[in-house]
Structure formats: structure tokens, C-alpha cells
């Protein structure tokens, strides 16, 4: 049986390499899952995360040529719930900025947030981040804020 790019099959360790797990899965096939691909943290050292005989889920991410199968045990877990620490890292932004952005978005108009588990591919982030750029460019010409491309000093 071929195992099918994307989806997700019960495995069992049986091998650990300074690089990867090996994992024979449910449908007797062996993949590969690189120590990248084992954990949503970084991974120094694969014996602190799986050791061999365990049961583990693995998402095939891909079969080459020579019907090696690249496997991933983060991809196959569900995603973590955002946290608090991550904001936390954001740099800080001066204060005229933040007075600025809060005067000239309050009458932005609001779309609803959608939630969803499953994760965005590349293209879908970047429309919409497109799309969020777009609507901010639009607002600001609106205010009026809008720099016109002059420096200062220069505009006399």
C-alpha cells in the first residue's frame, strides 16, 4: 500500500539516528522523519523526544523517486494554542506611532476573525496580508496622514 502525501497513519519507532527516527507505519511502509520534524521546539538531541519501540502519529510529507517516505511528527500533532509569550517578543512601538495607528484605524471598518485549527499555506497568508495592507493604505490616504514621498528639509 503507498502511503498518500498529507495524510496522517500511527507508527512505530524503530530506529533513532543522530539525524532523524526511523518510523514503520501502520501500513508496513518505513518512513523517515528528520529531527526537524520532530517537535514544534528546537531538538538538540532526538533521545529526549522519542525513543525507539514508541507510538507515535507521523504526516507524510513526501515520497521521492526511490519511494523514500519524508515523514513529520509536528505536523501530524495538533497545532499549539497561541500564547501570551509570543507577544510578548514583539518589539516595542513608540508612542506617536501608537497614537497615530489608534486614530487613524478607529474607523477602519471591522471584519470578524476567523478561528481555525488548520493551518494557512504560504499563498493564503500572503493574500491576506495583502488584502490587511491594502485596506491600512486606503484609511491612511483617507486621514490624510498619507506621507507624500518628500524628506524633510526638502519640500521648500
Do not use: C, R, W
Given at each position: 500500500?503507498?502511503?498518500?502525501?498529507?495524510?496522517?497513519?500511527?507508527?512505530?519507532?524503530t530506529g533513532l539516528t543522530s539525524f532523524g527516527a526511523?518510523?514503520?507505519m501502520a501500513n508496513g511502509e518505513t518512513g523517515m522523519?528528520?529531527?526537524?520534524?520532530?517537535?514544534?521546539?528546537?531538538?538538540k538531541d532526538i533521545n529526549?523526544?522519542?525513543t525507539e519501540g514508541q507510538d507515535v502519529k507521523v504526516k507524510v510529507l513526501?515520497?521521492?523517486?526511490?519511494?523514500?517516505?519524508?515523514?513529520?511528527?509536528?505536523?501530524?500533532?495538533?497545532?499549539?494554542?497561541?500564547?501570551?509569550?509570543?507577544q510578548s517578543r514583539r518589539p516595542a512601538q513608540s508612542s506617536n506611532y501608537q497614537k497615530n495607528n489608534n486614530r487613524n484605524y478607529q474607523n477602519a471598518p471591522q471584519k470578524p476573525q476567523q478561528q481555525t485549527n488548520a493551518p494557512m499555506?504560504?499563498?493564503?497568508?500572503?493574500?491576506?496580508?495583502?488584502?490587511?495592507?491594502?485596506?491600512?493604505?486606503s484609511v491612511l490616504k483617507k486621514s490624510g496622514d498619507f506621507k507624500t514621498g518628500t524628506r524633510r528639509g526638502?519640500?521648500?
Open positions: 500500500m503507498q502511503s498518500l502525501i498529507g495524510e496522517i497513519y500511527e507508527g512505530k519507532v526511523f518510523v514503520k522523519v528528520h529531527i526537524s520534524e520532530v517537535a514544534a521546539t528546537y531538538v529526549e523526544f522519542l513526501a515520497v521521492n523517486e526511490n519511494n523514500k517516505i519524508s515523514l513529520s511528527i509536528k505536523q501530524a500533532a495538533p497545532a499549539p494554542a497561541p500564547s501570551n509569550e509570543n499555506s504560504f499563498e493564503d497568508m500572503m493574500a491576506k496580508f495583502k488584502q490587511e495592507s491594502d485596506e491600512k493604505i526638502y519640500n521648500k
